[in-house]
């Protein structure tokens, strides 16, 4: 099983709302990252997790707030967002060591209102 | 100027030209990722690879690390290939971050 999988794809939410956004896979891969996408932007790094720890935040505000409850999952819970967040919030899984080849899902395309 | 250049920016050709997209870097890197995206979609990883060459179908990937420059090359190109082509570098001192080319958005015309 070569695949990342993320639900919602499509998510509306108004400013005051509390959504959260939730990735798999079971690749067996111990890093799993969240990335945000604008349009006709490369992606953006905003958090790492290693071995279920967080190891990488990019200053990412705290209206987004990660969460990785077991190797397999990692959730993303929006709270108070601002309408430009809305974006392809893309999550992606990798080994750790070796190349690190990152495995990416389709994404949630996320509108905030 | 950016660490990670990309050319050409879009290119538009024919059903069954041969395609070739160039990738070049000016930090270390200890691998160098090729990645695919659609309109709207998910972000596909085509090749990573760190010396040499890598075919996968119609799909070639070269890299040559001491000019610091890496090629995807699409052979008999079809209007399904029509999407953008992201070069991302793992820099040689980073176990995660990639710093990304701007893309080249391909068209393939029937």
């Known amino acids: 099983d070569t695949e990342v999988t993320q639900t919602p794809k499509h998510l509306v939410m108004g400013m005051t709302n509390k959504k959260s956004l939730k990735c798999e896979q079971h690749?067996?891969?111990?890093?799993m990252y969240w990335y945000k996408q604008k349009a006709k932007k490369p992606p953006e790094l905003m958090f790492v997790?290693?071995?279920?720890?967080?190891?990488i935040n990019e200053s990412v505000p705290s209206r987004f707030s990660p969460e990785c409850p077991n190797s397999s999952l990692l959730n993303l819970h929006l709270h108070a967002l601002q309408p430009e967040d809305s974006a392809l919030y893309l999550c992606?899984?990798?080994?750790?060591?070796?190349?690190?080849?990152?495995?990416f899902g389709p994404g949630t395309r996320l509108t905030v209102l | 100027k950016n660490e990670v250049e990309q050319s050409p920016q879009n290119l538009t050709a024919q059903e069954g030209e041969f395609i070739t997209i160039n990738c070049s870097y000016s930090?270390?890197?200890?691998?160098l990722h090729w990645l695919q995206q659609h309109p709207g979609g998910g972000i596909v990883s085509l090749f990573m690879?760190?010396?040499?060459?890598k075919k996968h179908g119609r799909l070639i990937a070269t890299i040559n690390i001491q000019e610091k420059h890496s090629s995807l090359h699409i052979t008999a190109s079809h209007p399904r290939d029509s999407a953008v082509y992201i070069c991302?570098?793992?820099?040689?001192?980073?176990?995660?971050?990639?710093?990304w080319g701007a893309g080249t958005k391909l068209i393939i015309k029937p």
């Open positions: 992606a899984s990798s080994q750790l060591g070796g190349l690190n080849e990152q495995f």
């Open positions: 690749m067996g891969h111990r890093a």
């Open positions: 997790y290693s071995y279920e720890k967080l190891s």
């Open positions: 930090v270390g890197i200890s691998a």
């Open positions: 690879l760190s010396s040499g060459k």
């Open positions: 991302a570098v793992k820099k040689i001192d980073s176990n995660y971050q990639l710093i």
